[in-house]
């Protein structure tokens, strides 16, 4: 974060919604037009599980989703890392298994690691997580895993999406083994293409009665990473756990932010918000596509996502992400390394761009500084061998 916020820095590496994309104007008049009374309430503290109103709106939005509101509870917490936190702390002691994907979110990785547990991760392809690879971990460790993290819509940091068939294949894996499902849904609503929108489809809506699954999503990339606001969605006994470990974390989160985060919904301006966000990040996506197309050499190849941030970038077995990162940030171009989303910090073949936070005319500059560096390492690499 320290890096992506250098000013005169080529950030390719904040996963995160650009500045000039927020909605301050409809949060100003949002603010402006509260009643006294909510206003006041807005310094208040609140109820630990959330803001009332603010969950019923939740349950509309999460509805619409296909999800099962009635039969399960939701805790608002302060950003869904929040809540992955709460969740490790109910379920898991120190040594105790956590499955993850590899690459994996490392914010999660990092709940993971502080709580003492013992990651095993599994690969994931262009599908979703590999399902023999899984099956076979399961079945040769000798405890059974707490749970199993995956973030199935618009991978952080793949960018790819989960199949139906491999969503559902990982269901079946799980089915009876008591090992619970943390769904982890931040990216679902930006997808680029209207008639892709059902691929989105959580596990959690599927219907599946023998998993546990805990799903959780964000506002941090559809509204704001500053409004530190996120939710979990699980069933009433796993709630109750929770609300309290919340409350010993942090009493409740801001209401102030759920109060404001409420109206955007309550008003219906999420909607028309995320329609302007999906076609800012989809002609993104398109200007990275397109100057790595033209620039990259040939050795180089990624994924075309269909949504969220991210593109993932896959350098030949013996380049370092890490080595082409140390040339490019010295020319003010940075990206996030492969090695950061590997559990065991070694697997370095991979980079990530994130389009998200670029000013449009700087994707070529930072294509062409990358691309030029890349092609520099490996003309090093092959006159060493
Ligand atoms: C997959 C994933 N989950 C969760 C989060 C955390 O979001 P929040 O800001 O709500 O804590 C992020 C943020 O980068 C993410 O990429």
Redesign the pocket.
Known sequence: MKQASGKSLISFAG??PNNDLFPVKQIDEIYNSLPENIKKLCFQYGPTSGYPPLIKSLENYLKNKGLDVDDNRILITT????A?SIITQEFVNEGDIILTENPC?V??LSVFETYGAEVHSIPIDKDGIDIEALKSKIETLDRKPKFLYV?PNYH?PAGIIYTPERKKELLKVLSGTGIILLE?D??SDLYFNEDEKHLTKAMKSFGVKDVEIIY?G????ILG?GF???YMLSSKEIFAKAESVKQALDACTSNFMQILANEFLAQQKLEPYLAFLRGEYLERKNLLQKHLKTYMPKEITWNEPKGGFYIWLKLPPHIKSTDIFKETVAKGVVFVTGRTFDPSSKKDDRLRLSFSNMHKEQIEKGVIILSETIKKVLENSKIAL
């Open positions: 996963g995160m950003g869904s890392l929040q992955i979110f914010g999660a973030t952080n982890d931040a990216y959780t964000s506002f941090s990339k990473p530190r606001l996120g």
